[in-house]
């Protein structure tokens, strides 16, 4: 069985400039979620989608986040404009609703930004 | 969501059990207890879930007390590539959301 994929799996930008990630869940993963990871620290959850409606997008930066899963199976995350303290590895999960045990995640982004 | 608290870091020597304790007093009915294990670069994996006594698979064993206020990871002979930060999570299983801590960051020594 595949695993979550990520890409791209490095990002350099400068401060004000715009960034993209993507992510494809493993088959037939209804939930989906994003999580920005500083170093030091635990992933923390910044949106949740159950098929392709948002259930938790209560630590998103509204402001300048945004995140869509159009079809119920992929999904991306932008950032407009990037600030400094954006730098992190950008995670995202799937999970199986009748399998509820674990959420698998892929490999990370890690964003620099300058 | 019920917070967990457990060491930072814990260093240990290769071929040894590693036992790494998470408390969580405020532990709800529903909860259950959930460790995930992160090596670098790369993003958390499920090690093991339990609700209450012993739960063993075949990467650790989970020992939770009858309050189920803490739980206690245990990692028999661990070796050099079980260094990793590993996180303690309490979570109610019809709720799809989680709330990592910290976690502890293990280094085993040969």
């Known amino acids: 069985e595949a695993g979550v994929a990520q890409s791209p799996r490095y990002k350099i930008i400068e401060k004000r400039q715009s960034v993209a990630f993507w992510c494809n869940p493993i088959?037939?993963?209804?939930?989906l979620y994003w999580y920005q990871q500083i170093l030091g620290q635990g992933p923390k959850l910044l949106i949740q989608?159950?098929?392709?409606?948002?259930?938790?997008d209560s630590q998103l930066p509204k402001d300048r986040f945004s995140a869509e899963r159009l079809k119920g199976v992929d999904s991306t995350l932008k950032i407009q404009p990037a600030k400094l303290e954006d730098s992190a590895v950008y995670l995202c999960?799937?999970?199986?609703?009748?399998?509820?045990?674990?959420?698998?995640f892929g490999p990370g982004t890690r964003l620099l930004v300058l | 969501l019920a917070k967990t608290t457990q060491p930072i870091s814990m260093d240990s020597y290769e071929g040894q059990e590693v036992n790494i304790t998470c408390s969580h007093n405020n532990i709800a009915t529903n909860d259950y207890i959930t460790w995930y294990q992160q090596f670098p670069s790369q993003g958390p994996r499920f090690i093991i879930q339990?609700?209450?006594t012993k739960v063993t698979n075949e990467v650790a064993s989970l020992f939770i007390p009858a309050d189920r206020k803490s739980s206690t990871l245990s990692l028999p002979r661990v070796s050099l590539s079980d260094t990793a930060v590993y996180y303690c999570l309490v979570c109610d299983k019809e709720d799809d959301k989680i709330i990592f801590g910290k976690g502890t960051r293990l280094h085993i020594l040969p």
């Open positions: 989608f159950q098929n392709n409606g948002v259930v938790d």
């Open positions: 088959s037939g993963h209804a939930t």
């Open positions: 339990g609700y209450k």
């Open positions: 999960a799937s999970k199986n609703t009748d399998s509820p045990d674990a959420q698998y």
